[in-house]
């Protein structure tokens, strides 16, 4: 599947009143991964995307499995993406649980693969 979902004001307007984007990486490094971060209401959120654009090229987004329970889904999607500093690519498994308040979601929490992505991000 080609990428989508890269317009930002998409996201904010499915977001509840005062979001919560955690962004995890799946392992530590002594070199840390910019979007690795906790971001709080739109405003953080834009934050995030503003990281994923500067530092990231989205290049492919194919969900495989959807898990739903209550008000939660999990994602698992098959993601790969061009670090823009090195040109290299991240080829990866994400993962993504999202909570939600009626038809809006109120957190989101995303998983990757650390360690492909800071591959990608280091120059030879």
């Not at 503003?50 to 994602?75: C, H, K, N």
């Not at 698992?76 to 090195?86: E, G, L």
Request: glycine residues 6%; aromatic residues 12%; contains cysteine.
């Amino acid at each position: 599947m080609d990428c989508c979902g890269a317009d930002r004001n998409v996201w904010l307007d499915f977001a509840a009143d005062e979001p919560v984007f955690h962004s995890l990486q799946t392992e530590k490094s002594a070199h840390p991964v910019a979007i690795a971060d906790v971001y709080r209401g739109r405003e953080g959120i834009g934050a995030y995307f503003d990281a994923m654009e500067r530092d990231w090229e989205p290049l492919s987004y194919d969900p495989q499995t959807f898990i739903e329970q209550g008000d939660e889904v999990a994602v698992f999607s098959i993601v790969k993406v061009r670090a823009k500093a090195t040109g290299k690519i991240a080829h990866t498994w994400v993962s993504h649980w999202w909570t939600f308040e009626g038809n809006r979601f109120r957190k989101a929490v995303e998983v990757f693969d650390g360690t492909k992505a800071l591959m990608a991000m280091t120059p030879d």
